[in-house]
C-alpha cells in the first residue's frame, strides 16, 4: 500500500484507430462542435432579443442551451487537441475539473428539463393560475436551483474522489468521469459508492415525477383540443429530449458499474458519447422547428441578416 499515490497525470482511451483515421474523426467532432456552436449561440440571441419570447418556456430554453455550450466545451476542444497531438493525456486536476463539469451539464440538464415539465404541467392544467406561479421571481428560483444543486452534488462527489489513493492512470473512456476516477482506487470506495447509488436515485425519482405529470397532462387534454394543441407542440420536443437524456445517462451509470470489456469499443465510445453529441445539437433544433413563436423569429432574423 506504500506504493499507492495521486498519479500527476492520467492517460484516456485513445479512439480505435485514430492514427489512420485521424483527421476524418477531426473533421466530423469539429463539425459537429460548430455546428452545436452556431445553433445553440443563434438561438440564445433570438431569445434574449426578441421581448416577445420572454417568457418562462423560452427562458428554461435558453438555459438549456447556455447549459448545453457548457457541458460541450469540456470535452470537444480537449478531444480535438488530443487527436491532432496523438497524445491522450490529462492532468489530474483537469481530469477532476472534466468529470465536474461534464456531470453538472447532465445534471443541470435534467434539472431543467424538469422545470420545463412543470412549467407545461401549470400551463396546461392550471391556465388561470399560470402568471401567478410561473413570474420572474419563480423562474429566477427554479433557474438557480438548476444550477445549484448540481454545483453542490459534484462539489461533494469530487472532494470525496480526491480523498481516494489512487493505484492506477488509465481511464479507460474518451474523457474523464467521477466514476471513472473512483475506479483508478486499489482502496475503499463505499463512501463513493453510497453517495453516488443516492444521488442517481433521486434524480431518476424526479423521471417518476415527470412521468405523473405527463399523465394527468394527458388526461386533462382529453377535455380540450386548445389543450392538446399545446401538448403536441411545446410537450413532445420536451418528451423527446427528456427520453433521449434519460436512456443516456441510464446507460452509462450501468455500463460504468458493471459493463463487460467484451462489449465493442466503437459501440462503447458512442453511447459514452451520445449525452455530449446528441442534446447539445438536436435540443435547439427540435424546438426551433417546433414551437411556433421560436420559428417565426428564427426565420425573421434570416431575413433580417440577408437583407444586411
Not at 213 to 227: G, T
Request: proline share 4%; charged share 15%; glycine share 2%.
Amino acid at each position: 500500500m506504500d506504493n499507492m499515490t495521486h498519479f500527476a497525470t492520467y492517460t484516456l482511451m485513445e479512439p480505435q484507430d485514430a492514427k489512420s483515421y485521424m483527421y476524418i474523426y477531426f473533421t466530423c467532432f469539429f463539425s459537429l462542435y460548430v455546428m452545436i456552436l452556431f445553433v445553440n449561440i443563434w438561438l440564445i440571441v433570438v431569445i434574449v432579443l426578441e421581448r416577445a419570447l420572454h417568457k418562462p418556456m423560452y427562458i428554461f430554453l435558453c438555459n438549456l442551451c447556455v447549459n448545453d455550450l457548457y457541458g460541450t466545451a469540456a470535452f470537444y476542444p480537449k478531444f480535438l487537441h488530443d487527436l491532432i497531438l496523438n497524445s491522450y493525456i490529462i492532468p489530474s486536476y483537469m481530469c477532476a475539473f472534466q468529470a465536474f463539469v461534464v456531470y453538472t451539464y447532465v445534471m443541470c440538464e435534467f434539472s431543467t428539463l424538469v422545470a420545463m415539465a412543470y412549467d407545461r404541467h401549470v400551463a396546461i392544467c392550471q391556465p388561470l393560475d399560470y402568471h401567478s406561479k410561473m413570474n420572474k421571481y419563480s423562474c429566477s428560483i427554479l433557474i438557480v436551483l438548476c444550477w445549484f444543486m448540481p454545483f453542490l452534488i459534484m462539489f461533494i462527489a469530487v472532494f470525496l474522489s480526491n480523498r481516494l489513493v489512487i493505484c492506477k492512470n488509465h481511464i479507460d473512456k474518451l474523457y474523464c468521469d467521477n466514476w471513472s476516477i473512483v475506479k483508478l482506487s486499489c482502496g475503499s470506495t463505499f463512501v463513493n459508492n453510497l453517495y453516488g447509488f443516492i444521488f442517481i436515485s433521486l434524480y431518476f425519482g424526479l423521471v417518476i415525477v415527470i412521468i405523473v405529470s405527463y399523465i394527468k397532462l394527458i388526461i386533462a387534454c382529453k377535455a380540450s383540443l386548445e389543450c392538446r394543441r399545446k401538448f403536441w407542440q411545446t410537450c413532445v420536443p420536451h418528451v423527446i429530449s427528456l427520453t433521449n437524456l434519460t436512456v443516456a445517462i441510464l446507460f452509462d451509470n450501468i455500463y460504468n458499474r458493471y459493463g463487460s470489456t467484451d462489449f465493442p469499443v466503437n459501440l462503447r465510445n458512442f453511447l459514452a458519447l451520445e449525452m455530449i453529441i446528441v442534446p447539445p445539437l438536436f435540443n435547439p433544433v427540435i424546438y426551433g422547428l417546433k414551437l411556433t413563436e421560436i420559428r417565426k423569429r428564427i426565420i425573421k432574423s434570416c431575413m433580417n441578416c440577408t437583407k444586411k
